[in-house]
Nanobody
């Protein structure tokens, strides 16, 4: 398994949509997740996927607007982002982990539990 590679970021107006993609070559499972980090803020987990069972978790600020999913190829993950707001502006990172970190909500967004990280893709939402 190699580090994830993200794509799909860009600039949109408030209310718009974007779909982020993440490819993890040689993905071994079972956890994939999306994090984001705005300037001056800590990196926060926003969506996770425990691929063996399809279990997903979302942070409250994105629940109902963002959807995490796995592509037809097991090594691909998506984040569909709808109703984007300026506060969603951040660098978005894909992460993968070989243990069951994302199988429980209590640990799904612990940054230090993820061992593979992409370089990020920028999302900018204008008002």
């Amino acid at each position: 398994q190699v580090d994830p590679v993200e794509s799909g970021g860009g600039s949109v107006e408030a209310g718009g949509s974007l779909r982020l993609s993440c490819v993890v070559a040689g993905y071994e499972g079972p956890c994939m997740a999306w994090f984001r980090q705005a300037p001056g803020k800590d990196r926060e987990g926003i969506a996770s996927l425990y691929t063996p069972l399809g279990v997903t978790y979302y942070v409250d600020s994105v629940r109902g607007r963002f959807t995490i999913s796995q592509g037809d190829g097991e090594n691909t993950m998506y984040l569909q982002m709808n109703s984007l707001q300026p506060e969603d502006s951040a660098m978005y990172y894909c992460a993968a982990e070989k243990g069951p970190t994302c199988a429980r909500s209590a640990t799904a967004f612990l940054v230090h539990r993820y061992n593979s990280w992409g370089r990020g893709t920028q999302v900018t939402v204008s008002s």
